[in-house]
């Protein structure tokens, strides 16, 4: 949890009593390898902070998965429009390798801004940044695909070097085939 708190202090300083109320309200959770975090069509309840491991952002279109980030350590996952709506979520997210996540429930984090004002700074500024990003990769998956494995390398390098997220894996959050994201990568070497 300190890594939480850190990556809290570091957006917005958190006062001693909100860190009480956090300690209080937030879970742990282990997750193993593929193990699912939020099925497709449920409601997100939560948001969780990603101390260690990798997940897996995803929807399923018929009979193939559609990868549409990874979320690693000291990151925030959750299904944003679900999780804020509080409707079923048209994502899924899995973990790619074991995880450890500290989370809180929607209500919990309701209580929190309306108790710790202050707090509703990290929060903004969290939507900020992840908002940000997602129009990003939103931008990034519309280019032509040798477009796409450039700005990869640029945006996201830490992608290409993680052991834990294969070529086949990349290739599929990108919107490629396997020769393809091959054949790219080959070019750029």
């Not at 009480?20 to 309840?45: I, T």
């Not at 193939?64 to 925030?76: A, D, G, H, S, T």
């Not at 804020?84 to 429930?105: C, E, G, H, K, W």
Request: aromatic share 14%.
């Amino acid at each position: 949890m300190l890594e939480l708190l850190k990556f809290l202090n570091n957006i917005y300083s958190i006062t001693p009593e909100t860190q009480q109320y956090l300690s209080k309200v937030l879970r742990k959770k282990q997750l193993r390898k593929n193990q699912v975090w939020l099925q497709q069509d449920a409601v997100c309840d939560k948001i969780a902070f990603i101390e260690t491991g990798l997940l897996k952002v995803y929807f399923e279109s018929g009979a193939k998965e559609v990868c549409l980030w990874y979320n690693r350590e000291n990151e925030v996952i959750i299904s944003a429009r679900s999780f804020f709506a509080q409707t079923p979520s048209m994502l899924a997210i899995r973990s790619v390798s074991q995880a450890t996540l500290y989370y809180i429930y929607y209500a919990e984090l309701q209580e929190l801004y309306n108790t710790h004002f202050e707090f509703n700074i990290n929060g903004r500024k969290i939507l900020e940044h992840y908002y940000s990003l997602s129009e990003q990769h939103v931008s990034l998956l519309l280019q032509p695909a040798k477009m796409r494995y450039l700005l990869l390398t640029q945006l996201y390098p830490w992608m290409l070097t993680d052991k834990r997220i294969t070529d086949s894996m990349l290739a599929s959050y990108l919107g490629m085939t396997r020769a393809s994201f091959y054949a790219l990568k080959k070019d750029a070497a």
